[in-house]
């Protein structure tokens, strides 16, 4: 086989033979074979069998009886399941055209690739088929932040989201893997340094069905994203807890001696700014000083950033204070807190992003230390 075509499945019934009649279409040429994996609760398995029938395409079906992972254990399954060492995985709602796997496979022959990514969000790709603005806002926020979360394993991947994507099983550790929901090649990325190249593709809206998203899948993302990045955003608060708390301090010591908490504040804010970086510099994000340039230079883009910041925030702190009559201090605490998920997302992508591998897909870890850190 050139490629095997994983395909996950919950109640996709209608959309199956029409995504092989198009599969088939689009793979003329190609030694492919489809791998259902199956968590249906309705007729689809007897559907899936019945369109194998009456196709030349290998086809296999796997229907998990008790699921474990949600979509990504299915992936997983798949993956382990499938008879050629590239993997292509697309969801079964036509979301995903499959039109596009030719570009995929073709960009994944010039041998610089682990993985190959279709993208929404690089040049000539759109996700028009989310189906609401409330969707693509969620969708935008949630790669901004998993990209800063995973800085370098993610700085070529323009979209970690996506469950469209080409795979080289043996680049990929398949027993490290812990699915946990939908966002699988989030997973697969985070776990190893891999060489990514990425290809465009219209999100479509769905063939036939309701989508899968809901609530508890959001929970269920949000809860990957922890257990795989715990390390740097946990180090990341740590350090702005520390400042906040400095923060606080120093502006409760000047109001003490008499001076106007508006100015308390600007001058707290300073001193914590400086010892802020300081702390980033050398504990949180000191395995990625050496990639994105001068010292001076990334204190110049944080004590702006952070200046900027402080600007916009004082006139905020002054409203709470002077309108709703919150206590100067605890209004203080509020302002710092909001402002802290900004700071995060700032930090990651633009103070600390690696200048020596821009344009370029991947950057190698250097020692266990420094991979354990990039997690």
Request: aromatic content about 8%; proline content about 5%; hydrophobic content about 50%.
């Amino acid at each position: 086989m050139d490629v095997s075509v994983i395909v996950p499945t919950f109640n996709e019934g209608p959309n199956v033979r029409e995504l092989l009649r198009r599969l088939d279409a689009a793979l003329t040429g190609t030694a492919f074979e489809v791998v259902f994996v199956d968590d249906s609760t309705d007729s689809t398995p007897d559907i899936i069998r019945e369109a194998a029938a009456k196709t030349d395409t290998p086809v296999r079906l796997i229907h998990r009886e008790h699921p474990t992972g949600g979509l990504g254990g299915a992936v997983v399954e798949g993956i382990q399941a499938s008879a050629s060492d590239w993997c292509l995985v697309m969801d079964g709602d036509l979301q995903h055209p499959p039109e596009v796997i030719p570009d995929m496979l073709a960009r994944a022959q010039r041998g610089d690739a682990d993985v190959v990514v279709a993208s929404r969000y690089t040049a000539g790709g759109t996700s028009d088929g989310l189906a609401n603005a409330v969707r693509t806002g969620v969708s935008r926020a949630s790669t901004l932040l998993t990209k800063a979360m995973f800085p370098r394993k993610l700085h070529g991947c323009s979209d970690p989201m996506t469950g469209f994507f080409l795979v080289n099983r043996p680049a990929i550790d398949v027993e490290s893997l812990r699915p946990r929901g939908f966002k699988i090649l989030l997973e697969i990325l985070a776990r190893k340094q891999m060489r990514v190249a990425e290809v465009p593709f219209d999100f479509a809206e769905r063939y036939a069905g309701e989508s899968k998203a809901s609530f508890t899948q959001g929970i269920r993302f949000l809860t990957q994203l922890t257990m795989l990045r715990f390390g740097r955003m946990s180090a990341f608060a740590l350090v702005g807890g520390v400042g906040a708390l400095a923060n606080l301090g120093i502006m409760w010591a000047l109001i003490g001696f008499g001076m106007e908490y508006i100015w308390a504040s600007i001058f707290a804010s300073i001193v914590t700014i400086v010892g802020n970086f300081l702390l980033l510099e050398y504990l949180v994000f000191a395995d990625m000083r050496e990639d994105s340039g001068l010292m001076r230079h990334r204190f110049l883009k944080s004590f702006t950033f952070n200046g900027i910041e402080a600007i916009i925030r004082i006139p905020v702190l002054w409203v709470l204070v002077e309108r709703t009559h919150i206590p100067s201090v605890l209004a203080a605490a509020l302002t710092l807190i909001a402002a802290f998920i900004v700071r995060f997302l700032f930090h990651a992508l633009v103070v600390y992003a690696p200048r020596k591998q821009r344009g370029a897909k991947v950057e190698e870890s250097q020692t266990p230390l420094a991979d354990e850190l990039a997690l």
